[in-house]
């Protein structure tokens, strides 16, 4: 197995995206980036620690490759917003890549490239692509979110939208449990 390590929004939104995808086995949110040891999804909220929300994904790259993934993290979210998605706002959301060796910083800048010249966008894409120093799961309520609070308002109107567009866009991708 090897693992990736995302920041592309609310981790509730990306969680649900990415542990429905074939070969990846799990999805742990957390934090990463910052410069306070272990730190709780309140401090996280201020945006003075320094972290973003993220995914710790881990994958069989026999079934779904690295390159693979960043095509869906590129898809799923808007790389141009600095330090934003949608109306959740600051330093916390930020896009980012954090690598875990050279031939993921290597893979990550040819995707970023090839993302901003694609034409997705009409924007800049500010995605930050840096190592990994540190990752700190977030709380246990924060795991597997969108699939045990389906009626909450925000994975109603804002996690499920998304989802179902990731749905379409990636159908062949997809668990045979989520087909």
């Known amino acids: 197995m090897a693992q990736a390590t995302f920041g592309n929004g609310c981790f509730w939104c990306t969680e649900a995206?990415?542990?429905q995808l074939e070969g990846v086995s799990q999805v742990v949110p957390g934090y990463a980036g910052g410069h306070v040891k272990n730190p709780s999804y309140k401090e996280v909220c201020t945006g003075n620690t320094g972290h973003a929300e993220v995914l710790r994904i881990e994958f069989d790259p026999e079934v779904i490759s690295y390159e693979e993934l960043l095509e869906v993290f590129w898809r799923t979210h808007d790389p141009t917003t600095l330090n934003r998605q949608g109306n959740d706002v600051g330093t916390q959301y930020r896009s980012v890549?954090?690598?875990?060796?050279?031939?993921?910083?290597?893979?990550?800048?040819?995707?970023?490239?090839?993302?901003?010249?694609?034409?997705?966008?009409?924007?800049?894409?500010?995605?930050?692509?840096?190592?990994l120093n540190n990752f700190y799961p977030a709380e246990d309520y924060h795991h597997n979110y969108f699939n045990n609070n389906p009626g909450q308002p925000y994975c109603m109107f804002v996690v499920g939208p998304k989802v179902r567009k990731f749905r379409d866009a990636f159908a062949s991708k997809l668990k045979e449990d989520y087909r």
Do not use: C, M, N
Request: aromatic share 10%; hydrophobic share 45%.
């Open 17 to 19: 995206v990415f542990q």
């Open 97 to 131: 890549i954090f690598y875990h060796d050279d031939a993921q910083r290597l893979a990550a800048e040819a995707s970023k490239a090839a993302a901003q010249e694609s034409g997705l966008w009409r924007d800049p894409i500010v995605t930050e692509i840096t190592p």
